[in-house]
């Protein structure tokens, strides 16, 4: 069974800081691994898909890659900003299903 | 073109009591994803629609049942409610069979008392 966790639980950084969320996943049988953020009691909007054959994606300040051999994947925040306070979600998907770690919550102080 | 919806959006049941939860996909998508997320917890998968057949399910007991209609919209049905059923039920649309991207709706917060 594909177990997702995500390290570190919860991270506080100043505002304008570079910062790096870490994935990891025992399967490496995925199609793609994909990454949302959560606000407070709210459902998840998807930042960035990485299909298994991609090694990175980006989105503006957002970059996640991917290492299937090694089973990892991170997203990187460039210049972080108070609005980028969420949860932060990653999802393998195994092809009928995404499995997701517990999340990393995030805040940036001003 | 519109997002996922889901209604309603909070609803509290007594345990023991049968709840359905609703969701409408983006247009366009033909699969459905249900999944249960507790307080502080990532989401776990319910079962999985793809063009009104189920197409996969994660370990949850028969009580949780679903339907997804020829539109594509779907229902998430919960028999003998208990206290652990407490949570965000979250439904997720995408198109295909093997998932690309997941769209998320915005929840249904269930409380069971």
């Known amino acids: 069974k594909q177990e997702v966790t995500q390290i570190p639980a919860a991270l506080s950084v100043p505002e304008g800081e570079n910062l790096v969320l870490n994935c990891s996943f025992t399967?490496?049988?995925?199609?793609?691994l994909q990454w949302f953020r959560q606000d407070p009691g709210k459902g998840l909007t998807s930042l960035l898909l990485?299909?298994?054959?991609?090694r990175e994606q980006t989105s503006g300040r957002l970059n996640a890659s991917l290492d299937k051999s090694s089973g990892r994947s991170t997203l990187y925040i460039a210049a972080s900003q108070p609005g980028d306070s969420a949860t932060y979600l990653c999802a393998a998907n195994t092809g009928n299903q995404f499995y997701f770690g517990t999340g990393t919550s995030l805040t940036v102080i001003p | 073109e519109t997002g996922v919806t889901q209604s309603p959006t909070h609803l509290i049941k007594t345990r023991g009591q049968q709840v359905t939860l609703r969701c409408s996909s983006q247009?366009?998508?033909?699969?459905v994803s249900w999944y249960q997320q507790a307080l502080g917890q990532g989401p776990q998968f319910i079962f999985q629609y793809y063009r009104e057949e189920e197409n996969g399910r994660g370990n949850f007991p028969p009580r949780f049942s679903g339907l997804q209609f020829p539109n594509y919209s779907s229902e998430l049905n919960v028999n003998a409610l208990e206290l652990d059923d407490s949570a965000l039920y979250l439904c997720?649309?995408?198109?295909?069979?093997?998932?690309?991207?997941?769209?998320f709706g915005p929840g249904t917060r269930l409380l069971v008392l």
């Open positions: 990485i299909q298994s054959s991609q």
């Open positions: 247009s366009g998508h033909n699969t």
């Open positions: 399967d490496s049988a995925i199609y793609n």
């Open positions: 997720a649309s995408s198109f295909g069979r093997q998932q690309e991207t997941q769209y």
